[in-house]
């Protein structure tokens, strides 16, 4: 069992304290905060460890003060409805005695449908022609700054290959889309929730860059302060969060110190599986004085 599967086990592995209390970890890395993808992924379990019977279809959530890696994150479920169709739980991260997160998260009993239709997936180069050693063979690769293939090389629980390498050299995206193929560095057991929260972990990973694209600038930039402010996810159809997925995003709206983006998630046979919205926070640092009167 490799490294990596056994950091993102750990992370959604949450410790049961109470009724309706769970416990959950950070991994140990030089973050200052907590991820926002591991706190939606720990509150999801949270949450589907209160369900029998029926799996997440959607979920929405707040991000309300920054997560601190150092302690324990305690997650509260609240069973606000167990219908015949549809189940609702309410989650609280809790530390240091106040929210840092909420989330509802609505469960659906397996139906059949009258309606059955999607988006097609967009045609970009397979996961398979975005290795590290095929990216190593373009002329663009050498000069990549050291930080960003440190970022996409490092040991993580999720392997990320973007297909639009050259919005990393100032390259702008006029229509804010750009596609990352993503999945689980290891396998998972087959469990299907597990497979979700896998997902809601993964779906933070580089969605507001989408809005940076259009500007040819991206998270890495110093020049930048970016958060997640809430998050929204829909799960349509079945899916491995092992195998690789088409992460397509765009954002098609920024103002005000906000920026909205989507995403949109497929299989690589082209079936869509999950929908996701976000808002975050988009802002320039102010210099610092001395650096203004210079």
């Not at 050693?133 to 973007?162: G, H, N, T, V, W």
Request: proline share 6%.
């Amino acid at each position: 069992m490799s490294k990596s599967l056994i950091d993102l086990i750990s992370i959604l592995d949450l410790e049961p304290i109470e009724v309706n209390m769970f416990r959950g970890n950070s991994p140990k890395t030089s973050w200052q905060r907590v991820f926002g993808g591991q706190v939606i992924g720990q509150a999801m379990v949270a949450a589907c460890r209160t369900v029998e019977g029926r799996l997440p279809h959607s979920l929405h959530c707040y991000f309300i003060l920054p997560g601190d890696p150092q302690i324990p994150i305690i997650y509260e479920v609240e069973r606000l409805r167990d219908g015949k169709s549809y189940s609702t739980r309410r989650v609280t991260a809790i530390q240091h005695g106040h929210a840092i997160f909420s989330i509802m998260v609505s469960f659906h009993v397996e139906e059949p449908s009258a309606f059955d239709h999607q988006d097609k997936m967009p045609d970009v180069p397979l996961p398979e022609k975005l290795t590290a050693e095929e990216i190593a063979k373009q002329p663009m690769f050498r000069d990549m700054p050291e930080f960003i293939r440190r970022y996409y090389e490092s040991d993580r629980p999720i392997e990320l290959r973007p297909v639009e390498l050259g919005r990393y050299f100032g390259q702008k995206i006029e229509d804010g889309r750009i596609h990352v193929w993503i999945r689980t560095a290891a396998k998972l057991p087959d469990d299907p929730a597990l497979h979700m929260c896998a997902l809601a972990y993964a779906s933070d990973f580089s969605l507001l860059d989408a809005s940076m694209a259009r500007y040819g600038r991206t998270l890495f930039d110093k020049r930048m302060m970016a958060a997640s402010l809430d998050h929204a996810m829909w799960f349509h159809r079945t899916f491995r969060a092992d195998e690789w997925l088409l992460y397509a995003q765009d954002s098609p709206s920024a103002l005000g110190g906000r920026s909205l983006t989507r995403g949109m998630i497929f299989k690589q046979d082209g079936t869509l599986v999950a929908s996701v919205a976000q808002e975050g926070s988009l802002r320039e640092r102010k210099p610092d004085a001395s650096q203004a009167s210079s």
